[in-house]
């Protein structure tokens, strides 16, 4: 399996962690901060879904996608992307080749929003 083409890398991302916090209230409140910015990263877009919302109707889009970026220690599967005004939840993310070059992260649109 070759390693990924660093040329490739010609998109901004960020990636995102979760906090909970008090709100004034005393009600626990999620919010998000950024753990990493300006991140060169490729994507691949791999598949998209549509399903419904409820048995009411409505439907939900679920995309499903790979960012491939430099290696960077720490990167969760409770975080998430965020690229081009949309966020991503990640659900995998792979050392490619476990040689702390790259990470290959897979994500997708769907509704958790990093949970």
Same mark, same amino acid.
Request: proline share 3%.
């Given at each position: =399996?070759?390693?990924?083409?660093?040329?490739?890398?010609?998109?901004?991302?960020?990636?995102?962690?979760?906090?909970?916090?008090?709100?004034?209230?005393?009600? =626990?409140?999620?919010? #998000?901060?950024? $753990?990493?910015?300006?991140? #060169?990263?490729?994507?691949?877009?791999?598949?998209?879904?549509?399903?419904?919302? /409820?048995?009411?109707? +409505?439907?939900?889009?679920?995309?499903?996608?790979? $960012?491939?970026?430099?290696? =960077?220690?720490?990167? /969760?599967?409770? =975080?998430?992307? *965020? !690229?081009?005004?949309? !966020?991503?939840?990640?659900? !995998?993310?792979?050392? $490619?080749?476990?040689?702390?070059?790259? *990470?290959?992260? /897979?994500?997708? /649109?769907? +509704?958790? !929003?990093?949970?």
């Amino acid at each position: =399996m070759p390693a990924p083409d660093p040329g490739r890398l010609d998109q901004q991302i960020t990636i995102q962690q979760r906090a909970t916090t008090k709100d004034a209230e005393g009600g =626990m409140v999620d919010s #998000w901060s950024d $753990f990493a910015t300006n991140i #060169w990263a490729a994507k691949n877009n791999l598949s998209g879904n549509e399903r419904a919302a /409820t048995k009411q109707g +409505g439907q939900v889009l679920d995309a499903r996608c790979e $960012f491939t970026a430099y290696y =960077m220690p720490n990167v /969760t599967s409770a =975080m998430r992307i *965020l !690229h081009a005004g949309s !966020h991503y939840n990640i659900r !995998h993310v792979n050392n $490619f080749l476990e040689k702390n070059e790259y *990470l290959i992260i /897979t994500c997708d /649109t769907g +509704g958790n !929003h990093g949970r």
